[in-house]
């Protein structure tokens, strides 16, 4: 599977971006996914996570009411909407896919669960 994102880039504080994982393969739609990212100098970091049917989500605290995931599967695409954007959202934003969930819980949170990982996304939020 292969998962690139885009939609990255240079926005102020404040602003919004939508950024989107495309995959490939054509059982994507039982794949649970993630979003992670990575600031420089750090670890990369749980973002957010959706079921398989869209039905189920779960946000890092520090996303949560300022992020979206949502998915269509008909696009195989997975999309990251980011609203009132800071400046420590600046990172590179990666996606990432597991095979088969039920419900989306903390335990998504971990990298240790996803199986395919794909290139990530540079988002830097000017201050």
């Known amino acids: 599977v292969q998962l690139p994102a885009s939609g990255g880039g240079l926005v102020q504080t404040g602003g919004s971006l939508k950024l989107s994982c495309a995959a490939s393969?054509?059982?994507?739609?039982?794949?649970?996914v993630g979003w992670f990212r990575q600031a420089p100098g750090k670890e990369r970091e749980f973002v957010a996570a959706?079921?398989?049917?869209?039905?189920?989500?779960y946000y890092a605290d520090s996303v949560k009411g300022r992020f979206t995931i949502s998915r269509d599967n008909a696009k195989n695409t997975v999309y990251l909407r980011m609203n009132s954007l800071k400046p420590e959202d600046t990172a590179v934003y990666f996606c990432?896919?597991?095979?088969?969930?039920?419900?989306?819980?903390?335990?998504?949170?971990?990298?240790?669960?996803?199986?395919?990982w794909g290139q990530g996304t540079l988002v830097t939020v000017s201050s």
């Open positions: 393969g054509r059982t994507f739609s039982t794949y649970a």
């Open positions: 959706i079921s398989w049917s869209g039905r189920s989500t």
């Open positions: 990432a896919a597991r095979v088969g969930s039920g419900n989306i819980s903390a335990r998504f949170s971990s990298r240790d669960m996803y199986d395919y």
